[in-house]
């Protein structure tokens, strides 16, 4: 079972469906908005002597689209430390990470668990003082592949 990670990482959205994460099986954030659940797998084409109107294709090497989480601005600096590290280059930054989509009653609907990842990109909040808007920021998780749970 998932342990929640300090008293402010998560501070639960007032939308329907939302999204935990969970690094090292820490619930460290929940996000409004998740997208990048990709997975293409290439073609190899062979071309087989004595069967000159057919090219044969073979599955090839599978890639994986990156991971982007949105969510209003928290007190919570797990997944930008996290991102520091990769800039700084630490060692070990590379991370299991699982995305729960839960309902309102924070039941888990469905999972999918990400091998080897890492932040790539993180992008504050567009600041307005003018505006009556929830100040979004948004974090882009490279990975090796996923698993539907």
């Known amino acids: 079972m998932a342990t929640l990670a300090g008293p402010h990482s998560f501070e639960p959205l007032a939308t ?3 999204f935990t994460v969970e690094v090292d099986g820490t619930i460290i954030a929940s996000f409004s908005e998740c997208s990048g659940l990709s997975a293409t797998i290439a073609t190899e084409k062979w071309e087989e002597g004595g ?3 057919t090219t044969y ?3 090839g090497r599978a890639d994986y689209g990156n991971i982007t989480l949105k969510h209003g601005v928290t007190h ?5 430390d996290w991102f520091l ?3 700084r ?5 590379r991370k299991p990470v699982t995305i729960k989509l839960v309902d309102a009653q924070l039941q888990e609907i469905q999972s999918w668990h990400f ?3 890492f932040p790539v990109k993180w992008s504050g909040p567009s600041l307005q003082a003018t505006a009556n808007s929830i100040a979004i920021e948004s974090f882009e998780l490279a990975h090796n592949g996923f ?3």
Do not use: C, G
């Not at 919570?76 to 930008?80: A, D, F, G, K, M």
């Open 16 to 18: 329907t469906p939302r």
């Open 51 to 53: 069967s000159n109107h």
């Open 57 to 59: 294709k073979f599955p």
């Open 76 to 80: 919570s600096t797990e997944l930008y």
């Open 85 to 87: 590290k990769v800039l």
């Open 89 to 93: 280059r630490e060692p070990r930054v």
């Open 115 to 117: 091998i080897d990842a």
């Open 147 to 149: 698993l539907r749970i």
